[in-house]
């Protein structure tokens, strides 16, 4: 030995890592690239002067909006059942989410725990405007094929979402409950409900806000509220109409938000 240490190699799992993310890079760079040449989006056209020009005239064509009092009140109605929807349809959700939760958290087994999360993967993953229209075919058109579409939907998005707070919740309260004779259905009530109530109640808030959202989406096709009235005005081009939908659907939005928000700051 004469004393000197030789270098050492650099770690090899660096340099893989390095080689893996200028793949990836790659690989993502070339999809984006491949789907603007597949589109074929003419930017030249879209921000030349006469695309401005147009642009400009359609969105002055919806001002003023219409303020006649008779369409206010129609608005107003068509703002009050999209908020009726939304609720509703949140409601039934975080019902039978909850139900479903208690199996895919796996308190019924593994058979049935699988089968409780295939079932919240298949109803989370078809979108709310496809199973709308599958009610609307079902159902007929009217706001209670738009409460079937928001139930369906956040069923597998609440169900999800309680069960992973269910697992996490610590198991002991339950437990000892359970040790001191109490039955199972009164040991999950009081020893863990309570441990998820908060964070549940959060979840359906959240949920509530963006089915608002979608609920004046859903009228596009036939579920009724403000979105069945933006899609008739403009589709007989009444833009000042539509105008007055649009900031109806923006007071919905920013109404149940705020009133969200302080009550999530009031649970905190």
């Known amino acids: 030995m004469n004393g000197t240490r030789e270098p050492c190699a650099p770690p090899r799992g660096a340099a893989d890592f390095c080689l893996s993310c200028v793949l990836t890079t790659a690989l993502v760079v070339a999809a984006v690239a491949g789907s603007f ?23 002055a064509s919806f001002f003023p909006p219409d303020l006649e009092p008779e369409f206010l ?26 139900l479903i939760a208690l199996p895919a958290a796996g308190r019924h087994g593994t058979a049935a725990g699988r089968l409780a999360r295939f079932a919240l993967n298949l109803l989370r993953s078809v979108p709310e405007l496809v199973w709308a229209t599958l009610m609307v075919l079902a159902a007929g058109l009217g706001p209670f094929a738009g ?16 069960a992973e707070a269910i697992e996490n919740a610590p198991p002991q309260p339950e437990q000892s409950l359970r040790e001191a004779g109490s039955g199972g259905v ?28 979608m609920a004046a989406v859903l009228g596009f096709v036939g ?31 920013l109404a149940v938000d705020t009133l969200s928000d302080r009550l999530r700051g009031w649970m905190g």
């Open 37 to 59: 040449a597949y589109l074929g989006i003419d930017f030249a056209a879209f921000f030349s002067a006469g695309a401005a020009a147009d642009m400009g005239r359609f969105a």
């Open 73 to 98: 009140r129609k608005t107003a109605y068509g703002a009050i059942q999209t908020f009726a929807v939304a609720l509703i349809g949140t409601l039934l959700a975080a019902a039978a989410g909850l």
């Open 147 to 162: 409460v079937l579409a928001l139930a369906l939907h956040t069923t597998g998005v609440l169900g999800r979402l309680f």
């Open 186 to 213: 009164a040991a999950f009530v009081y020893g863990t409900l309570p441990l998820v109530w908060a964070q549940a109640v959060a979840y359906g808030l959240y949920r509530l806000e963006m089915n608002i959202r």
């Open 223 to 253: 579920a009724g509220g403000l979105g069945q009235m933006l899609y008739f005005h403009l589709s007989i081009f009444q833009q000042a109409q539509a105008a007055t939908v649009l900031i109806a659907m923006l007071a919905l939005v």
